[in-house]
Each structure stands twice: as C-alpha cells, then as structure tokens.
C-alpha cells in the first residue's frame, strides 16, 4: 500500500517552505539595499567632489571682498556678515588665465599714466589676444568693451573698499559701481571711462560675475533654465556666468530685479540632488558646505553626503 502525506503534514510542509522563502527574501532585500548604498555613497562622494573642486577652482581667481550673498528678494550682503538668509553666492572672477598667458602683466607704471585722458599705462597687454581668449571662453557676444578694472587697494587683505561703501563698489543688485571702472583696452594701456579718485601699481582686469544657487532659491521658468532641456528641481545647482554687474546686469534665473538692470550671462547644472548649499567665513577664507541627498530604491530612507571646502 502507498502511505500518503496527511493535511497537517502538508500544511507544515508549507508554513515552513513559507518561513524559509520569506527569511531568503528579506536576505536578498537587505543585501540589496547594502549594495545599493554603499554605490551610492561612493556616486554621492565622487559627485560632491568633482562639483566642491569646480566651485572653488573658479572662486579661487575672485577680486578678494567681491564675494556676496544674495536673496531672491533683492537684498545682499557681503560675505563678512553673511548668515543664512542669503542662499545665494557670487563673486567678481578675474581674467586669470590670460595673465598666465602673459597677455597681461597687472601692474600700472604710475609715473608714465596719464591723469589728463584717464589712460594707464600697463606694458605687456596684448588687446587682441585678450579678446580671442573672452571669444573661446564666452563666444562672440563680449569684446573687451565688456571688461572693467578694480584697483587692487586694500582688497589684497581682505577688507572692504577703501571708501568703506561695500554696497556700491561693484555694482551689484541695483547700486553704484563706485570701485569698478569700464574700460577701453588697448595694447600696452587702459583708458578709463570713469576718472578713479585714486590709482594704484596693482589691478584686476575682470570679466565676469559667477553665482551659485539652488532651484529653491531662483527663477526655475527663466528662459535660460528651459533652454538646458533638462529635468530641473528646488534641488538642482546651477552655475551661473558671463553676467555683469558694473553694466547693470544680473543673473539670467534672478527672480528680482531693479528697474535698469537685464538679466544676461549663461547658465549650466553643476548638480541635480543637492539638498543644501552654504557659504560663510573662516580666518579670511571662504568656506561652502555641500550636501547631496539619494533616496534607495526598496528603502524609505535615504543617503546624505556632505563636504565643505575651503577656499583661500
């Protein structure tokens, strides 16, 4: 005879097929998530490094006390009294690369510049040259109209100008451009369009302001922003550039602007998944903090990375 399974031993047999399929599950599933995070956090790392090296190698070449934070309101303040209401950071770059291409030297020879024209002689600038270089580096919107010059002063140690009138120095937002000069560039000298009070041996030839902010913090329906054709968030971190403030210009994603000012410059993504963006003050260097934030797949949670670099 043929001795058949009974229902309770069937039914054992499947409460304990049951337990062991589901502990094999929940084993598959944390491997998974285990998996899952540790890529995303060496993604998140990578990321947050590539994107704190980019940042700081452009604010690196900045005229020292440019630096500001803005608010999608209109106000700012300059990076010695920032706090957190500003989420917004930009800064006057210098056209570095074409002095260590010795297209310019930097210096004024004081006793031959002229007080007379506005013209200071500075050997060695090489105007043509110059203007290659804004062509490759921004295209064949800017000349060397578009340049000005900022006396180095006391910028060199860090200070405020020397008019102690930070808010109308550089013509951020709406105010003055008392300490920046529009220029006419020439071979071996520079006609300023605005007699200075003062000169000195040091200048800085600047080309454009550069600002970093959040989707959260900035107009996300900009014409520029829909023109990246690319999915974009409260999030995203942009970069924004070739915008100047001397000529009465703001970032092309500004969400306010004053009465003469246009909104200009170009805009590219730095990042998609940034959860927090923060810049501030240490010891007369500038620090920014950088959070990037993934959700896991199959998890309700999420991973965070955060890096802060200092830039001297």
Same mark, same amino acid.
């Given at each position: 005879?043929?001795?058949?399974?009974?229902?309770?031993?069937?039914?054992?047999?499947?409460?304990?097929?049951?337990?062991?399929?589901?502990?094999?599950?929940?084993?598959?599933?944390?491997?998974?998530?285990?998996?899952?995070?540790?890529?995303?956090?060496?993604?998140?790392?990578?990321?947050?490094?590539?994107?704190?090296?980019?940042?700081?190698?452009?604010?690196?070449?900045?005229?020292?006390?440019?630096?500001?934070?803005?608010?999608?309101?209109?106000?700012? #303040?300059?990076?010695?009294?920032?706090?957190?209401?500003?989420?917004?950071?930009?800064?006057?770059?210098?056209?570095?690369?074409?002095?260590?291409?010795?297209?310019?030297?930097?210096?004024?020879?004081?006793?031959?510049?002229?007080?007379?024209?506005?013209?200071?002689?500075?050997?060695?600038?090489?105007?043509?040259?110059?203007?290659?270089?804004?062509?490759?580096?921004?295209?064949?919107?800017?000349?060397?109209?578009?340049?000005?010059?900022?006396?180095?002063?006391?910028?060199?140690?860090?200070?405020?100008?020397?008019?102690?009138?930070?808010?109308?120095?550089?013509?951020?937002?709406?105010?003055?451009?008392?300490?920046?000069?529009?220029?006419?560039?020439?071979?071996?000298?520079?006609?300023?369009?605005?007699?200075?009070?003062?000169?000195?041996?040091?200048?800085?030839?600047?080309?454009?302001?550069?600002?970093?902010?959040?989707?959260?913090?900035?107009?996300?329906?900009?014409?520029?922003?829909?023109?990246?054709?690319?999915?974009?968030?409260?999030?995203?971190?942009?970069?924004?550039?070739?915008?100047?403030?001397?000529?009465?210009?703001?970032?092309?994603?500004?969400?306010?602007?004053?009465?003469?000012?246009?909104?200009?410059?170009?805009?590219?993504?730095?990042?998609?998944?940034?959860?927090?963006?923060?810049?501030?003050?240490?010891?007369?260097?500038?620090?920014?903090?950088? #959070?990037?934030?993934?959700?896991?797949?199959?998890?309700?949670? #999420?991973?965070?990375?955060?890096?802060?670099?200092?830039?001297?």
């Amino acid at each position: 005879m043929k001795q058949a399974f009974t229902l309770i031993e069937i039914i054992v047999t499947i409460i304990i097929l049951a337990i062991i399929s589901t502990g094999t599950l929940i084993s598959v599933q944390q491997l998974y998530i285990r998996v899952a995070k540790s890529k995303i956090i060496s993604n998140l790392s990578s990321d947050s490094q590539v994107i704190s090296d980019q940042i700081s190698s452009i604010l690196y070449d900045r005229v020292p006390s440019s630096v500001i934070g803005y608010s999608s309101d209109g106000n700012f #303040s300059s990076i010695y009294s920032l706090n957190t209401d500003f989420k917004i950071l930009e800064w006057i770059g210098t056209l570095e690369e074409a002095m260590k291409a010795v297209y310019y030297s930097g210096f004024v020879d004081i006793d031959k510049s002229q007080k007379e024209t506005n013209t200071i002689i500075s050997f060695d600038i090489n105007s043509s040259a110059i203007e290659s270089m804004l062509k490759h580096k921004f295209g064949n919107t800017i000349s060397n109209s578009d340049l000005a010059v900022i006396f180095a002063g006391t910028f060199d140690d860090g200070l405020l100008t020397s008019s102690n009138d930070f808010n109308n120095s550089f013509g951020w937002h709406g105010h003055e451009h008392n300490q920046t000069y529009n220029i006419i560039l020439h071979d071996n000298n520079i006609t300023l369009l605005e007699r200075p009070k003062e000169i000195y041996e040091k200048y800085y030839l600047i080309d454009t302001a550069y600002g970093v902010a959040r989707g959260d913090s900035i107009d996300l329906n900009a014409t520029c922003i829909k023109d990246l054709n690319q999915s974009v968030n409260e999030y995203t971190l942009f970069l924004f550039y070739n915008y100047r403030p001397w000529k009465t210009q703001t970032f092309c994603a500004d969400t306010h602007i004053f009465h003469h000012e246009t909104k200009e410059g170009n805009v590219t993504i730095l990042s998609q998944n940034v959860k927090g963006f923060q810049a501030g003050l240490i010891n007369d260097c500038i620090y920014f903090n950088l #959070s990037l934030e993934k959700s896991i797949k199959g998890s309700q949670n #999420s991973i965070t990375v955060s890096k802060q670099k200092v830039v001297f």
